[in-house]
């Protein structure tokens, strides 16, 4: 059995809403805690940087509200994505505000970083660290990242190209703390697949886009509800590292989706030599959204989920 901290145990549902660049606010993180995920968005999102401390005031506040008022069934934790690549600027910044809201779980994207780890423990946090490799799985747990996330194959924005299989067991090998896969999880079955390989909690991204509260424009959740995994393109060109993106979005943009060329992977090049620019032109998006067919509310998705888990549990039996 994995060992998890406090703030996962008896989690509603094992589920980290992931966070998504642009796209998540307080209005889906709060709606995922409250369906019984954790909520997840990237500090980053805030802009400019003050509105971060409104957005963690809204957050905390409209949470705990909510589970005074409904003390037998309380909203999952939030986290927040701290981005340690030495590209940030506002680490120091939005790590003070971190503290000073107590932010229950930090997800460290893009390097490991020890000083960003023992302050999140010091405020009684924990961090998860997503990794797209054993290697860096072993690099982010020296430097006291709590949990991993390893982020397989499949999965939306820049991803791996290693099996879940692979990477899950290659990791529980050697780690029995929190670990939380990623990869093309958009169905109650799917989540139970990866508690069954040996993870705690499922990581979706990618279905949460085509929700009523994400803040994505219509054209891109429309896009998502009507695509599926031929329909993803694996690519450097717009970052300088690999990711998985919407062809659809590609194509409008006046590229060819099948001949993009490569770009330098040292630098992080978001505008990708043109105009079109991750995330805001070209969609990022994972290879499970053939399970995502209509719009709906967070709510109702997470509703879903739980069912399909039931059902996949049941056909088990």
């Known amino acids: 059995m994995s060992k998890l901290p406090p703030i996962l145990q008896n989690l ?21 805690c409250k369906a019984g995920v954790v ?21 905390t506040e409209t949470l705990a509200a909510y589970n005074q008022a409904n ?26 505000l971190c503290e000073k809201y107590k ?12 000083d960003v780890n023992t ?36 999965a939306g924005g820049h991803a791996s190209v290693k099996s879940p299989f692979a990477m899950v067991q290659e990791i529980r090998a050697w780690f029995d703390g929190p670990l939380v896969l990623s990869g093309s999880i958009a169905s109650g079955g ?15 991204g990618s279905a949460f886009i085509a929700t009523h509260e994400a ?6 959740k429309q896009m998502i509800t009507e695509s599926n995994s031929d329909d993803i393109v694996y690519s450097n060109f717009y970052t300088g590292i690999h990711g998985n993106y919407l062809k659809g979005s590609i194509k409008n943009s006046g590229m060819d989706p099948d001949n993009l060329p490569e770009s330098d992977p040292s630098k992080m090049n978001f505008g990708g030599g043109g105009e079109a620019k991750a995330w805001k032109d070209i969609w990022g998006c994972g290879q499970g959204i ?28």
């Open 12 to 32: 509603p549902f094992p589920v980290i809403g992931s966070p998504l660049f642009i796209i998540s606010n307080p209005k889906l993180v709060i709606e995922q």
């Open 39 to 59: 909520g997840s968005m990237p500090a980053l999102n805030a802009r400019p940087a003050a509105q971060l401390e409104d957005w963690l005031a809204e957050i």
């Open 119 to 154: 302050a999140v423990k010091a405020w009684g946090g924990i961090t998860l660290h997503d990794v797209i490799s054993n290697v860096f799985a072993h690099k982010a747990i020296e430097k006291g990242a709590t949990g991993l996330i390893p982020v397989a194959a499949g």
């Open 103 to 114: 932010v229950p779980i930090i997800i460290t994207s893009l390097g490991a970083r020890e």
């Open 190 to 204: 799917a989540i139970l697949a990866a508690q069954a390989m040996g993870a705690d909690l499922a990581y979706i």
């Open 290 to 317: 053939g399970a995502i067919n209509e719009v709906v509310s967070t709510a109702d998705l997470v509703a879903r989920f739980k069912r399909e888990y039931a059902e996949a549990k049941a056909r088990l039996l």
């Open 71 to 96: 003390p037998g069934k309380p909203a999952a934790p939030f986290a927040i994505n701290q981005i340690v690549h030495k590209s940030n600027d506002r680490l120091e910044h939005d790590m003070a």
């Open 215 to 220: 803040r994505a424009v219509d054209g891109y």
